[in-house]
């Protein structure tokens, strides 16, 4: 009733540690009306109407953020699910021909060398300009950019959690100089080529972090900080693609013709190639062909 609003209301002038004296329902209030009192509410409060009326649009208020809130991940669910859905079938996808792929070098039994990620990408891509209409992209477009922004963020963040620091330094000490010599390189002089010819300086961007880094990992994480156009991200993401799956097939016998111990070959695959999981395919392509472990 309006003596509860009026407790309610004149609690806010109180110090902080008066809430442990009020009802649940106060300390919502006090939360709520905190941001919303202004000097003219506050000599108002002695008033038991504007007091009762204060109290009641706290509650109000707070009403209406759950109901946006709820209505907000509702907007979200069509896209994520899309992109869920979509994931899953890429890497189904990419597992079949990987495993075709292997068979016709001769090597059956082993892991699919071909990674879902850019399969999964020219898949949307494909869905994007040839199937879906602009409303029904425009239904999927809220999940899509959450999935794209906070979900790519932190499944970067979860890969990373997944190295170990010590490993690296113990296992791969000796490649370190060669690895930050490659990325540097790269980072450098694609940019600077890609501006003698003539290239947007965001695909330049896109190519230099997917060949200097992890591919088309890469090239996801960096396409929204730079905000790529999707012609950017297509040229960049088919640029990785082609040539990662060429140097798949061909690098491991250069590799074997090259170089005696298996350090260096594996240090020369892992630089040479775009995307980890190709590194993978042809370290395994290696181990096959010349029974030999990197």
């Known amino acids: 009733g309006q003596a509860g609003h009026m407790q309610v209301a004149r609690s806010l002038l109180r110090s902080p540690c008066t809430r442990r004296r009020l009802p649940r329902a106060s300390v919502c209030s006090y939360h709520l009306s905190s941001a919303l009192l202004l000097p003219r509410q506050l000599r108002s409060l002695d008033q038991p109407a504007a007091a009762a ?31 869920t859905a979509l994931s899953s079938v890429s890497y189904v996808i990419a597992d079949k021909l990987g495993v075709q792929l292997l068979a016709l070098q001769g090597i059956a039994g082993a892991a699919s060398p071909i990674s879902g990620i850019p399969v999964a990408i020219l898949l949307g891509l494909g869905l994007k300009n040839l199937v879906l209409s602009d409303q029904q992209f425009k239904l999927l477009d809220p999940g899509l950019k959450f999935s794209t922004s906070l979900v790519l963020r932190t499944g970067i963040v979860c890969i990373g959690a997944k190295l170990s620091a010590m490993d690296v330094l113990t296992l791969g000490s000796a490649g370190i100089p060669a690895v930050v010599a490659s990325i540097t390189t790269g980072l450098v002089f694609i940019p600077w080529l890609g501006q003698r010819m003539g290239l947007p300086p965001s695909m330049s961007s896109l190519i230099a972090a997917g060949t200097s880094i992890c591919g088309v990992t890469a090239i996801s994480a960096l396409a929204p900080v730079i905000k790529a156009n999707q012609q950017d991200v297509s040229f960049a993401v088919a640029n990785v693609v082609m040539f990662g799956t060429l140097g798949m097939l061909t690098w491991p016998y250069l590799a074997h013709s090259l170089f005696i111990l298996p350090e260096q070959i594996g240090i020369f695959l892992g630089l ?5 999981s190709q ?11 010349f029974a030999d472990d990197l």
């Open 53 to 83: 009326s204060l109290a009641r649009r706290c509650f109000s208020q707070q009403a209406g953020s759950e109901e946006g809130l709820v209505a907000n991940s509702l907007r979200l669910l069509p896209g994520l699910a899309s992109a």
């Open 272 to 276: 040479a190639i775009h995307d980890t």
């Open 279 to 289: 590194v993978m395919g042809a370290a395994l392509t290696y181990k096959q062909l």
